[in-house]
């Protein structure tokens, strides 16, 4: 076995226990390191050598250190927390203002009541920042890049911090169209199945007895689309998942129930319209239509933003290859 040399990069971490727990079980999150920068990192009571050319070297003390000081601050350390520090650039420096969002060294934190949620990429945090600071955002990309799970992390804490009443989730039950009567069960059960990327984000963020709570007392809703018809959302965090299968006169209608000290999020991947064929898209118009008017954002993302298995990044790219060859 190599030992560290004067050209290795030495780290001296001085809380054992710690250190432990920045190695990982069976020192996986330095061979999860390793593997990423063509390094090898060997360790020695409380310190870690690292072996390789010398910008791996840099990088890969810069991502231990940084890990090693979110486990100071009380945080863990998972395989996401890895890819993260791999991901992003170095921080900026955080406004005074911003509703208790920002971590140490400006990092974008979403406080809820199970998890501590922060982004994964550069466009992850803009689209953070962009939920915080407008009224209307639209968070556009492929899927597994976080539109929704972060809108829905962002409204979970915007209500705790009392910034809202009550969260509405909606989305299209295109697939269904209008012939859900047919469907087995109560109207709960036969919309339950398109709402259930809602249910599983809000059990991500909220123990299951406060959020069967507020469910029952309606500070939490969840419902299709056409449900949103005739009312006035007034100080609610409303989120709009899978917007590219809502038509024209929908968009109009879900962007017109904006009330009184409301906030509002349309999530949808271009990508996956399941309209009929020569049905507009409502999201394609709204892009069209709105892009200019302020505080309104726009917020793009692309296979590099994909937080989901290493090979969805890939098909992904596959497939937007594909559609650009006409294939």
């Known amino acids: ?110 406080k809820t009541r199970k998890k501590l949620v922060e982004p994964r990429t550069e466009a992850q945090k803009d689209y953070v920042r962009a939920l915080y600071e407008n009224e209307l955002a639209f968070g556009i990309g492929p899927a597994g890049t976080g539109k929704t799970y972060l809108a829905v992390a962002v409204g979970v804490n915007m209500f705790l911090q009392g910034h809202v009443d009550k969260i509405i989730l909606s989305r299209p039950a295109v697939e269904a169209g209008e012939r859900l009567g047919f469907l087995p069960g109560d109207m709960k059960e036969k919309v339950d199945p398109y709402m259930q990327p809602l249910y599983d984000a809000l059990n991500d963020f909220l123990p299951g007895k406060q959020l069967a709570r507020m469910m029952e007392e309606k500070t939490v809703e969840i419902a299709p689309l056409a449900f949103m018809r005739g009312r006035t959302l007034s100080h609610a965090f409303v989120v ?29 991947d271009r990508s996956q319209v399941d309209l ?21 954002s726009f917020n793009y993302f692309t296979a590099r933003d994909v937080v989901r ?12 290859k594909d559609a650009e060859q006409g294939g």
Do not use: W
Not at 27 to 38: F, P, Q, S, W
Not at 242 to 258: C, D, G, I, Y
Not at 309 to 320: C, F, M, N, Q, S
């Open 240 to 268: 709009l998942d899978e917007a590219q299968n809502a038509t024209s006169m929908q968009m109009k209608m879900f962007l017109t129930r904006l009330g009184e000290g409301s906030r509002m999020v349309v999530t949808g």
């Open 309 to 320: 298995h290493p090979l969805v990044a890939k098909i992904i790219d596959a497939y937007d």
């Open 1 to 110: 076995m190599s030992t560290a040399t004067l050209s290795d990069a030495v780290l001296e971490f001085p809380d054992n226990r710690l250190l432990i727990e920045l190695c990982g079980e069976f020192d996986k999150n330095l061979t999860d390191i390793e593997a990423r920068l063509g390094v090898q990192i060997l360790r020695r009571g409380n310190v870690l050598a690292v072996h390789g050319e010398p910008a791996a070297q840099e990088e890969a003390s810069d991502v231990l250190h940084a890990l090693y000081q979110r486990l100071e601050q009380g945080k863990t350390v998972s395989g996401g927390d890895i890819d993260r520090e791999f991901r992003m650039s170095a921080p900026a420096e955080a406004p005074a203002d911003q509703l208790d969002m920002f971590g140490a060294e400006g990092r974008v934190e979403i």
């Open 276 to 296: 009929p064929r020569g049905v507009q898209s409502g999201l394609k118009d709204a892009e069209r239509l709105l892009s200019s008017i302020d505080r309104i």
